[in-house]
């Protein structure tokens, strides 16, 4: 079933990835999501291809596209009075409000949680924050890269011991990870509402959603004597366990097992890796024997998959039961057979930029890929729509122009 939040409306005032993206994925669910940007500046995102993010090929601004794919553009100078009664029009028509803007924004642009309640007290408003909405620094700023990487922990658990930089995470990691935090937030409150008669207030902060992916860790560092990480580091050569652990190809690929009951998958591994003696190996006969003598064991598959291309590896595993999988590339995702059968890269029909994919999100209803309606919006490109939609006579919409307050 497609279109599973058709009839939801959503009133974006958001810029960057971590909120907007939410607003993509409700997109994709059926939501119709209005973004609200400035009528000459827009989206900071959009200034990002100014700074070689923008592709070479059809002029697709990537970053855009991907976390504002399906929605529409209003231009609105929310600092104009004009442009800030326009917004609260809007939000009277919406069943959310969504927004990153920081705290002393909101209060200065009159959009924060009373100022739009003022006008539609059945709305849910939705923040998406860096720290959360308490404490000192609430009111302060936040990428994915500090709020989420950095301070939430990641970084930290994820650089070597004794690397001379700290290992940085790709483009808006954490922001994706947080919208769809975001989403899911928002389904239940509506899900609520729906129950209780109450729109709540929802916060969502990229330091607590750090803190929910390294929940393991976080748990564990005060519970285990001497603190430190809940899984132990290990050299790949100590590996505690020689199938779970990754291994070169002949090709200078790598893999990865991992086999976490390891005594269910030992036989049928050794004999998919042409090497049956090892079943009756003394040293590897159960896990405690691998654990000892582990060094030894990673010694041998190490030749082993040394031995053979990944190609060949994908062939020989084709049947084995043990979980495993190649390091693959994102431009190998693109064909991923898996990938392609579930349709988690739809094409997208860009008109005058062509036709690129973009990645679906993560959830489907019945087995249907998701169906992305329409790719990025331009800047302000639904404006007129959609102030006539509201009942405002083209004669408003020339004078709304001709102040300012709309692009």
Not at 222 to 250: C, D, H, M, W
Not at 381 to 402: R, Y
Request: glycine fraction near 10%; proline fraction near 6%.
């Amino acid at each position: 079933m497609q279109g599973m939040m058709q009839g939801v409306k959503v009133l974006e005032v958001a810029q960057w990835w971590f909120v907007p993206a939410a607003g993509a994925v409700l997109a994709d669910w059926g939501a119709d999501v209005i973004k609200v940007e400035h009528p000459l500046t827009g989206d900071g995102q959009r200034g990002l291809a100014a700074v070689g993010f923008k592709s070479t090929e059809g002029n697709v601004d990537f970053m855009m596209q991907q976390s504002n794919r399906g929605k529409r553009s209003v231009g609105i100078d929310l600092a104009h009075p004009e442009g800030r009664e326009l917004l609260y029009a809007l939000a009277e028509q919406c069943d959310v409000f969504l927004t990153n803007f920081l705290p002393d924004a909101r209060e200065r642009l009159e959009i924060d949680v009373e100022h739009i309640r003022a006008r539609n007290p059945n709305i849910i408003y939705v923040r998406g924050h860096g720290h959360g909405p308490k404490g000192p620094d609430a009111g302060k700023g936040g990428y994915d890269a500090t709020a989420f990487w950095s301070r939430g922990g990641i970084a930290h658990m994820l650089t070597p011991a004794g690397l001379e930089n700290p290992v940085m995470q790709r483009a808006a990691f954490g922001d994706s990870i947080g919208a769809m935090t975001v989403a899911g937030g928002i389904a239940a409150a509506l899900f609520g509402r729906e129950r209780t008669g109450e729109a709540p207030v929802v916060d969502i902060s990229l330091l607590n959603t750090a803190m929910w992916v390294l929940a393991p860790d976080i748990v564990a560092s005060k519970l285990i004597e001497g603190g430190g990480s809940f899984i132990p580091k290990f050299s790949r050569k100590q590996a505690p366990n020689p199938v779970g652990n990754s291994y070169k190809t002949k090709d200078g690929r790598w893999l990865l097992l991992m086999m976490l009951q390891p005594d269910k998958h030992w036989a049928d591994f050794c004999r998919h890796i042409d090497r049956p003696d090892l079943i009756e190996d003394e040293r590897f006969a159960d896990s405690p024997a691998r654990f000892k003598n582990r060094e030894a064991a990673i010694g041998i598959l190490d030749e082993i998959f040394a031995s053979r291309t990944l190609d060949e590896w994908r062939q020989q595993f084709a049947s084995m039961e043990g979980p495993w999988a190649p390091m693959q590339s994102a431009e190998e995702l693109h064909d991923d057979v898996q990938v392609l059968e579930n349709g988690y890269l739809p094409d997208i029909d860009g008109a005058d930029k062509g036709h690129f994919k973009l990645v679906a999100s993560p959830v489907q209803f019945d087995e249907a890929p998701i169906e992305i309606g329409s790719p990025s919006p331009e800047m302000g490109q639904h404006t007129e729509a959609v102030l006539l939609e509201m009942g405002v006579e083209w004669e408003q919409i020339a004078a709304l122009k001709e102040s300012g307050a709309i692009n």
